[in-house]
C-alpha cells in the first residue's frame, strides 16, 4: 500500500515501483488530472530539476481542438459527403455506361 503525508504547500503520496519500473498514480492524483484507465501521461522535467506529470489527451479529446472558430459551411458533413458519393457515382456512371 501507499503512504500518505501532507504538507501545507503541497500534497504528497509514496507509492511502489516494479521491476519492470511500473508505479500506480494515486486516484485523487488520478482525479485531479483527469486521467482515466487506460490513459497515457507525460512526464517532463523543468529546468530546476522538478519532475511535472501532466496528462495527455486522447484522440477523442482532442476533437474539434484544432478547428477553427468559424466553420467553413453549415452543412452536416455526412451531407456533403453523400453529395460527394453521389458526384463520384455520376462520374463513373457516364466513363462507363451500362448496356441496359
Known amino acids: 500500500m501507499s503512504k500518505s503525508e501532507h504538507s501545507n504547500t503541497s500534497e504528497k503520496e509514496v507509492v511502489a515501483v516494479t521491476k519492470h519500473g511500473q508505479a500506480t498514480i494515486p486516484k485523487r492524483f488520478r482525479e485531479k488530472l483527469g486521467i482515466e484507465a487506460?490513459?497515457?501521461v507525460l512526464f517532463r522535467e523543468t529546468e530546476g530539476g522538478e519532475v511535472i506529470v501532466e496528462h495527455v489527451r486522447?484522440?477523442?479529446?482532442?476533437?474539434?481542438?484544432?478547428?477553427?472558430?468559424?466553420a467553413s459551411t453549415?452543412?452536416?458533413?455526412?451531407?456533403?459527403?453523400?453529395?460527394?458519393?453521389?458526384?463520384?457515382?455520376?462520374?463513373r456512371d457516364a466513363q462507363f455506361p451500362s448496356e441496359e
Do not use: N
Request: net charge negative; aromatic share 2%; proline share 9%.
Open 74 to 91: 453549415d452543412r452536416p458533413a455526412t451531407e456533403i459527403l453523400h453529395e460527394k458519393r453521389e458526384q463520384d457515382r455520376e462520374g
Open 58 to 70: 486522447s484522440p477523442g479529446e482532442m476533437r474539434g481542438f484544432a478547428a477553427r472558430s468559424e
Open 38 to 40: 487506460p490513459g497515457k
